[in-house]
C-alpha cells in the first residue's frame, strides 16, 4: 500500500513538474531536455 501512495506522490510530482519546466523553458528546451533523459535512461538500461 505504501508503494502505491509513494507511486502516486511521484506521478503527480512529475506532472506539475513538468508543466512548469514547459512554461519557463518552452518546448524545445523541454524536448532537448527529454531527448537528454531519455538517451541517458536507455544507456543505463542497456549497460545492466
Known amino acids: 500500500m505504501i508503494m ?3 507511486a502516486g506522490t511521484i506521478g ?12 519557463s523553458a518552452e518546448l524545445a528546451g ?6 537528454t533523459v531519455s538517451i541517458i ?3 543505463v ?3 545492466l
Not at 12 to 23: E, K, M, N, P, Y
Request: glycine share 8%; proline share 0%.
Open 45 to 47: 538500461m542497456t549497460s
Open 41 to 43: 535512461v536507455y544507456l
Open 12 to 23: 503527480t510530482g512529475l506532472f506539475l513538474a513538468s508543466g512548469q519546466a514547459l512554461a
Open 30 to 35: 523541454s524536448l532537448v531536455s527529454y531527448v
Open 4 to 6: 502505491i501512495v509513494l
